[in-house]
């Protein structure tokens, strides 16, 4: 074998050598990221049934607005309770998704429900609107947190550092 043939196979097996460690590299990564990759709750099939849930959400809120701009206002105030309550589902199946979504549903219900002369179950939908708001804006509440509270751990005045009482050398705190 001459130099040439010698530097050409030894080029050649250091090359394969090298695809079959990238190769293996790049399994493992998969393997690991398919791993960690966050499940939907139930699996498969619960991924499945979101989106179904999904589609016959965003189904009942165009039903919704055909309805409600050819005249029909009972009817389209049903449909956007039934597309409400469908976002309601999604948000709980996967919590701090979907917020946006069903505050528009809400907001748009209880348009329809004073069109409709339906005052006092309106006002109780945009209070649940302003909840789901406020709770959009600050994240995902916690299981077990009640509706409206932050969770455990958050920043706020009760968290605050206490000052500690002044010692013997210390002058008292102004205003006391």
Same mark, same amino acid.
């Given at each position: 074998m001459?130099?040439l043939?010698?530097v050409w196979v030894?080029?050649a097996a250091?090359? !394969?050598?090298?695809?079959?460690a @990238?190769?293996g590299v790049?399994?493992r =990564?998969?393997? /690991?990221?398919k791993?960690?990759?966050? #499940?939907?709750?139930g699996?498969?099939? @619960? ?6 849930? =999904?589609?016959l959400?965003?189904?009942l809120?165009?039903?919704?607005d #055909? ?7 009972? #009817?389209a105030a049903y449909?956007?309770?039934?597309a ?5 589902r999604?948000?709980?199946a996967q919590?701090?998704?979907f917020q946006?979504e069903r505050?528009?549903?809400? !907001?748009r219900l209880?348009?329809?429900?004073v069109e ?6 309106? @006002?109780? /939908?945009?209070q649940e609107?302003?909840? !789901?708001a406020?709770?959009?804006? =600050?994240g ?8 409206g509270?932050p969770? =455990?751990? @958050? ?12 010692g013997?050398?210390?002058?008292p705190?102004?205003g006391?």
């Amino acid at each position: 074998m001459s130099d040439l043939q010698f530097v050409w196979v030894c080029g050649a097996a250091g090359g !394969v050598l090298l695809g079959l460690a @990238a190769r293996g590299v790049a399994r493992r =990564r998969r393997s /690991v990221r398919k791993a960690s990759a966050p #499940e939907p709750r139930g699996g498969l099939e @619960a991924a499945a049934d979101h989106a179904e849930l =999904r589609r016959l959400a965003r189904r009942l809120d165009r039903d919704r607005d #055909e309805l409600r701009a050819r005249g029909h206002k009972a #009817e389209a105030a049903y449909r956007a309770r039934a597309a409400a309550e469908q976002w309601q589902r999604l948000v709980a199946a996967q919590p701090g998704r979907f917020q946006g979504e069903r505050h528009a549903a809400l !907001v748009r219900l209880s348009e329809l429900l004073v069109e409709t002369g339906q005052f006092e179950e309106a @006002a109780r /939908v945009r209070q649940e609107a302003a909840e !789901v708001a406020w709770r959009g804006s =600050r994240g995902p509440t916690l299981p077990g947190t009640p509706p409206g509270r932050p969770p =455990r751990g @958050a920043r706020g005045p009760a968290d605050r550092k206490r000052q500690p009482p002044p010692g013997p050398n210390q002058p008292p705190p102004p205003g006391t």
